[in-house]
Nanobody, 116 residues
Framework: QVQLVESGGGLVQAGGSLRLSCVAS????????MGWYRQAPGKQREFVAA???????NYAESVKGRFTISRDNAKNTVYLQMNSLKPEDTAVYYC??????????WGQGTQVTVSS
């Protein structure tokens, strides 16, 4: 059974940085894209960033220039380096793995809170 486990969330002041990690446990194969999404209270889940197997990246406009996504295929891990954090970045962050043959997997979420 595949599980995605996020870590690295927490409380940080505006302007600070956090690095999120998401590691897959269990047998997972042919992972195409890895990504991060977030959901703030009272809002829908939204796309944050994604990275393909070919290392192409895509970012939401709101985080461009501040967040960097990366992956380590050998470790089945995706990272999100978040710099210059703003209060509006406060949300639960979820990682997502898209596989070629077995669909999507989601993590349980990690809370990021940015104080002003």
């Amino acid at each position: 059974q595949v599980q995605l486990v996020e870590s690295g969330g927490g409380l940080v002041q505006a302007g600070g940085s956090l690095r999120l990690s998401c590691v897959a446990s269990g047998s997972i194969f042919s992972v195409n894209a890895m990504g991060w999404y977030r959901q703030a209270p009272g809002k829908q889940r939204e796309f944050v960033a994604a990275i393909t197997s070919g290392l192409s990246t895509n970012y939401a406009e709101s985080v461009k220039g501040r967040f960097t996504i990366s992956r380590d295929n050998a470790k089945n891990t995706v990272y999100l380096q978040m710099n210059s954090l703003k209060p509006e970045d406060t949300a639960v962050y979820y990682c997502n793995f898209v596989t070629v043959f077995n669909g999507d997997y989601w993590g349980q979420g990690t809370q990021v809170t940015v104080s002003s």
